[in-house]
């Protein structure tokens, strides 16, 4: 789709004559334990997830408050997620059980896809590239990966700093990557059907700052989601073979209230 018929999309909803057949709930505040939702992208950066485990692991960096916490997630309906997956497989690894925070769309994730994409395109975005499949991770990656990263300078902190982090909380960077390791090996039901899922870049790029923004246009109706389109509209939304793509047909479990 072309960025004018997008940005015609998203403020469309309250042209077509019809106040009703666009509104969106949502909720926000959205919480539940990590391990009760899904991904909805196929790839991902390694070296992105691990580092953030890491600085939970540890409490350290811009993660000092540990693992769960609010991550600006989008979820959709059905449990899967939207946006924030590194964040969240951080989570996942370091404490499965720990809450992940956002804003949960009142929308199955096949037609929320559809819609974020749109949104993104109205901001003249495209969307970010990963480096590896899901379902090729291992948990011997995950462990060798958090040891060499956990050791080693990058821009955000010194190796020294890092080992300095783990000791004040009685946990060694060996014991935290083999923690990393079982939990990745112990939450990974789901990974084999992640290759049928899109590929990062044709998610959504949607800002943590910019939730706020989507709930209200969504719940106004102001995009235009369903037929009848605003006369104002170009070109109707066409259905692609790629957009026909289904998730695969697994829940997470129930999310607990």
Do not use: C
């Not at 899922?197 to 102001?222: F, R, Y």
């Not at 995009?223 to 289904?246: E, F, G, M, R």
């Amino acid at each position: 789709m072309d960025a004018e018929t997008a940005k015609q999309l998203v403020k469309g909803g309250t042209e077509d004559n019809n106040n009703k057949d666009d509104i969106i709930y949502s909720k926000e505040g959205f919480s539940a334990p990590a391990n009760t939702l899904l991904p909805g992208q196929s790839n991902m950066d390694l070296d992105k997830f691990i580092g953030m485990a890491i600085q939970m692991a540890g409490k350290f960096g811009g993660f000092s408050g540990g693992p769960g916490g609010d991550l600006s997630a989008i979820v959709s309906s059905d449990n899967r997620l939207m946006d924030g997956h590194h964040r969240w497989f951080a989570t996942l690894v370091v404490n499965p059980e720990a809450n992940v925070k956002g804003l949960q769309i009142d929308m199955p994730y096949e037609k929320l896809l559809g819609v974020l994409n749109v949104w993104t395109k109205a901001q003249d975005r495209d969307g970010k590239t990963a480096t590896i499949p899901i379902s090729k991770i291992t948990g011997e990656t995950v462990q060798k990966r958090f040891i060499e990263l956990a050791s080693a300078d990058d821009k955000f902190s010194k190796a020294q700093d890092k080992a300095a982090a783990f000791q004040k909380i009685g946990l060694t960077i060996q014991q935290a990557a083999q923690n990393a390791k079982n939990n990745w090996e112990n939450n990974s039901s789901w990974r084999s059907t992640t290759d049928k899922l899109p590929l990062k870049v044709d998610m959504p790029v949607i800002e943590p700052t910019e939730l706020d923004t989507v709930a209200k246009q969504a719940a106004a109706g102001q995009i235009d989601v369903n037929p009848p389109y605003s006369p104002n509209l170009k070109q109707a939304p066409q259905t692609t073979a790629s957009q026909q793509q289904q998730a695969p047909q697994q829940q997470a479990p129930a999310v607990k209230k």
